[in-house]
């Protein structure tokens, strides 16, 4: 328990916040409950503040709730032991000066005017209020050099209205708001002076509050009644004052209008008695749940425990419950209440000085009385006095100093008129001022009535003995309640033991769940190692293959590079570099399609024989190109050996489409059929014309030599396979090959020997119309090549 929030006890200067002291009560099972053989539902654990409550009707719910307050009591607690142990320590603070609140809540029929009333005229079964009453009274009686005003009020909260249960017929009461707190104006109060007349204003109230009949309570309160106790006390020697006030609250029971089978009034009031409790106990959960607003002005309830729930008091709930398994649901309710309420912070202060204090009030008024009334007093015995010295002598001595007066002016007949006069209104003077006297006297009197002087009686009302037996009590009580807040700790301990306990438990277990798992992920982890082996075993083999691969297309890269320094022209392998790009999506090396600037003479020189290809290129050497074969290379695209020019080495069979002009084939076919020779018009270059010429008159010799020799004859067809034969033998590409050569025995097989006759003439024919053409092709360097090996055949 911290300081800031303490439970009350014993009355203190300091005034700490305070939480609402929350009690339980549950009365025997009633003749009517047992009669129906309802079951008891409700458990109360007194030395431990605790209250079980079973459900019954419904299996699927969680089976017992408990709650723990400040203190339980079960249907054998007394009612003196309630007040003792609870009541007694709050109202002793209400005789320090605090402000206190009790109030009884619980569904109808639970005992709630049993616990604030008690039974009447039973000693045993009195309740809270006539007890407070005799704890009051005590006090004063006990207390010197105090002085004490004792005033009650009286009220009920009935359909919303408030009514003064003292003086039922007053007018229209509001509840207003200062200061100190709250308050009734116009509330009659009725001035006590012992636990008589408290329990006779009691009474009065109790004859005038509403009750009723229900099926739940013979005499049911329909109201909310709220017994108001002011008590005023002054320090005589301080000529201190300190207000102590009390409010003993016995509420209307919330009720299920379906059970209390109520009539259309009864049912008017239930609406009323339920939404003033059910605004109780909004605010009962704003106060709990530190809520910014608390709907104080919700219902005339609230507003009047507005001191007693959040505010200045301290404040004491009793909720009352029964035990039958019938009120499963109220009794839970109200449980669930009051669990709330202990939560609820008070800040007790001590009404010291108040400037409202009648005390103060009477005490000065006194004081005025009795200065009014003394030198009155004072100057008629002076007078009597004076009178009397005057006259000695006289036997007849009166008091009243009319008389006196009246004999004097017997004795001066001279001045009689003028004395007579005097005397009279002297006399009526005097008259009035006794009346006067007398009436303040009266009022002194009344005022000094109202004021209790404390310490009086005390022996007549207890011995020393019930002092001490009090006292005990009283130390009982305490004891009791030091008991329950250790066993509710001890349990808190036991609780917390048990959870350790069970985390230790969990922890354990936890242990055993991670044992397995870590067991498991061993398991794995040695699988994934010799995996790791596995794949690295793989990897050095891979790296091992790539290795010997790499090895090897180094070695065939040195070669390729052995070949191409070696048979690949400097400026064309240089040009071949430059033009080669590498394809990054496709990931290999390409020619660029475009002509390299600077080198744009290289493709114009070409001979365009196909309008998308790069070079001239004929029907087979495509179809060579699609194949795979080692022999298809030299007709890719960028076969290096030859690359410049694609000879138009083909047979006249396979040579099938129009590659050689309109007029070199109509030469030749002239040529073949005529067999006449060719002339030579175009001589650029006289060197490889007279080469040429040779070669035709050589050709020309030897065929005549052969026919002479031989004296054989010339085939009929021999002009059309003449040439046929002699494309066979001539060689594609940069040289020609030698006729024995494996790719050219491969690519070309021979069909046969070709007649010498033929194929001198068409040696001749072919020298002819190169030199015809020689204006063109001199330049080219395998143009001489070709020649070189025309004149071979031809020889
Ligand atoms: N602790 C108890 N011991 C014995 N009898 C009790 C106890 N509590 C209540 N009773 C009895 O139960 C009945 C109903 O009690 P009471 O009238 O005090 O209830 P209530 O809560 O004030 O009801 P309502 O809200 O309707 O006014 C009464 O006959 C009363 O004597």
């Avoid at 109030?103 to 809270?128: C, D, N, P, S």
């Avoid at 490889?688 to 050709?699: G, K, P, Q, V, Y």
Wanted: aromatic share 6%; charged share 30%; net charge neutral.
């Amino acid at each position: 328990m911290s300081a800031r929030s303490r439970r009350p006890g014993t009355a203190s200067s300091q005034t700490p916040n305070e939480c609402v002291q929350v009690v339980v009560r549950c009365r025997p099972i009633s003749n009517k409950e047992q009669s129906e053989g309802s079951e008891e539902v409700v458990a109360v654990y007194p030395n431990r503040g605790v209250v079980e409550i079973t459900n019954l009707s419904d299996a699927n719910k969680e089976q017992t709730k408990m709650f723990t307050y400040d203190a339980a009591y079960d249907a054998g607690a007394t009612q003196i032991n309630l007040y003792n142990e609870v009541v007694f320590p709050l109202v002793s603070s209400v005789l320090d000066g605090f402000n206190g609140c009790i109030f009884a809540y619980g569904q109808t029929g639970t005992g709630k005017t049993f616990t604030m009333e008690g039974v009447r005229g039973h000693e045993e079964l009195q309740g809270i209020i006539p007890r407070t009453f005799e704890q009051i009274w005590l006090h004063i009686n006990r207390t010197e050099n105090f002085q004490f005003l004792v005033d009650v009020s009286y009220l009920e909260i009935y359909m919303e209205e408030l009514r003064d249960l003292l003086k039922p017929n007053s007018k229209h009461l509001e509840v207003r708001e200062r200061g100190s707190g709250v308050y009734v104006p116009n509330l009659h109060a009725i001035n006590c002076k012992s636990v008589d007349d408290m329990l006779n204003v009691m009474h009065i109230g109790n004859k005038n509050r509403t009750v009723g009949f229900t099926n739940m309570n013979e005499h049911s309160s329909r109201s909310h009644a709220i017994f108001m106790i002011r008590i005023e006390m002054c320090d005589i020697e301080t000529n201190t004052i300190k207000v102590g006030k009390l409010n003993l609250i016995d509420l209307a029971g919330s009720e299920r209008q379906s059970k209390t089978g109520a009539s259309a009034e009864r049912l008017k009031e239930a609406s009323k008695i339920n939404l003033a409790l059910s605004s109780l106990g909004n605010v009962i959960s704003a106060l709990a749940e530190n809520s910014p607003h608390v709907p104080y002005r919700d219902s005339k309830l609230t507003r009047l425990l507005q001191d007693s729930l959040g505010g200045n008091s301290k404040t004491i709930m009793i909720a009352n419950i029964g035990p039958s398994a019938y009120n499963y649901n109220e009794t839970l309710t109200t449980l669930r209440y009051a669990s709330r309420a202990k939560t609820i912070q008070n800040k007790p202060v001590k009404n010291e000085d108040p400037q409202d204090a009648k005390l103060k009030e009477y005490q000065e008024e006194i004081e005025r009385l009795k200065r009014l009334i003394a030198p009155k007093q004072q100057q008629r015995t002076e007078k009597t006095a004076k009178k009397r010295q005057r006259k000695p002598k006289k036997e007849k001595v009166s008091n009243e100093v009319v008389q006196q007066e009246i004999e004097e002016s017997e004795e001066e007949p001279e001045s009689d008129k003028e004395n007579e006069a005097e005397v009279a209104k002297s006399n009526e003077e005097l008259e009035r001022e006794r009346v006067e006297t007398a009436k303040l006297a009266t009022k002194l009197a009344e005022l000094e009535s109202q004021l209790v002087r404390g310490g009086k009686n005390l022996l007549d009302t207890y011995s020393e003995r019930q002092l001490e037996l009090e006292k005990k009590l009283v130390e009982i009580a305490e004891r009791k309640k030091r008991e329950i807040e250790i066993q509710q700790q001890l349990e808190l301990q036991e609780e917390t033991t048990l959870e350790i306990r069970e985390t230790v438990t969990s922890l354990e277990q936890e242990v055993e769940l991670k044992k397995r798992k870590l067991s498991k992920c061993y398991a794995k982890y040695l699988a994934l190692q010799q995996e790791l082996n596995d794949c690295k075993y793989d990897h050095n083999q891979d790296l091992r293959e790539l290795e010997m691969a790499q090895n090897e297309l180094v070695k065939e890269l040195k070669r390729q590079l052995l070949i191409i320094d070696n048979f690949v022209p400097v400026e064309v392998k240089q040009r071949l570099y430059t033009q080669a790009k590498y394809d990054e999506e496709q990931e290999e090396w390409k020619f660029s399609s475009t002509p390299l600037t600077g080198d744009s003479n290289y493709l114009a020189k070409r001979p365009v024989s196909h309008p998308q290809r790069r070079r001239p290129i004929s029907e087979y050497a495509l179809m060579e190109a699609k194949t795979n074969t080692t022999s298809a290379l030299r007709f890719k695209n960028e076969n290096i050996v030859s690359y410049e020019l694609e000879m138009p080495c083909r047979t006249t069979q396979e040579y099938r489409s129009p590659k050689v002009s309109a007029s070199l084939q109509a030469v030749l076919a002239q040529a073949m059929q005529t067999g006449d020779d060719i002339d030579i018009v175009d001589s650029h270059t006289n060197s490889i014309r007279s080469r040429l010429e040779n070669i035709i008159n050589a050709s020309a010799n030897a065929t005549a030599a052969q026919a002479t020799a031989n004296n054989s004859p010339t085939t009929p067809n021999g002009v059309s396979s003449m040439p046929v034969a002699a494309a066979r033998n001539i060689k594609p590409g940069r040289g020609i090959a030698s006729p024995g050569s494996a790719i050219d025995s491969n690519r070309r097989p021979p069909t046969g020997r070709v007649a010498p006759k033929n194929l001198h003439r068409l040696t001749r024919k072919l020298a002819a119309w190169l030199i015809s053409k020689s204006g063109r092709i001199t330049e080219n360097p395998y143009f001489s090549n070709i020649l070189i090996q025309i004149q071979r055949l031809n020889s």
